[in-house]
Structures are given as C-alpha cells and as structure tokens.
C-alpha cells in the first residue's frame, strides 16, 4: 500500500515531503490522530531546517480549525 512506501522511504530518510504524504495518507484513511502526530512531526522538522514551513502550517490548520 502507499503507507507501507512511505513508511519504508521514511526508513531510509526522514523528510518533509515523506511526512507531508504520510499524514495525508492517514487522513484520507480517517486515522486522524495516527496523522496529526505525523503533522507535528513535520512541522518539527520543518521549523528546524527553515523550510517547508508554509506546508506544514496549512497541514496543521487541519487539525487546529
């Protein structure tokens, strides 16, 4: 399944695309707090590399709104 690849990609490197898929694939599945921990984990990384940021906001809005 998508899960299964993004897990193993995460495996390999975790990223903020990866992360960003994850949690989509988890919500589109209605896992939804399995999802926001994946937000929070992204929007982590992404404060701390400065990039991503603006993604990683709009993902939590989701959760937030």
């Known amino acids: 399944s998508a899960l299964e690849w993004v897990d193993r ?5 975790e990223n903020l695309y990866a992360l960003e ?3 989509l694939l ?12 994946t937000a929070k984990r992204l ?3 992404s404060t701390d590399k400065g990039e991503y940021q603006k ?4 993902l939590m809005e989701r959760f937030d709104g």
Do not use: Y
């Open 21 to 23: 898929t994850k949690a």
């Open 43 to 45: 929007h982590i990384l």
């Open 55 to 58: 993604e990683a906001n709009a």
């Open 9 to 13: 990609a995460l495996l390999l490197e």
């Open 26 to 37: 988890l919500l589109a599945l209605e896992r939804k707090e399995e999802a926001h921990s």
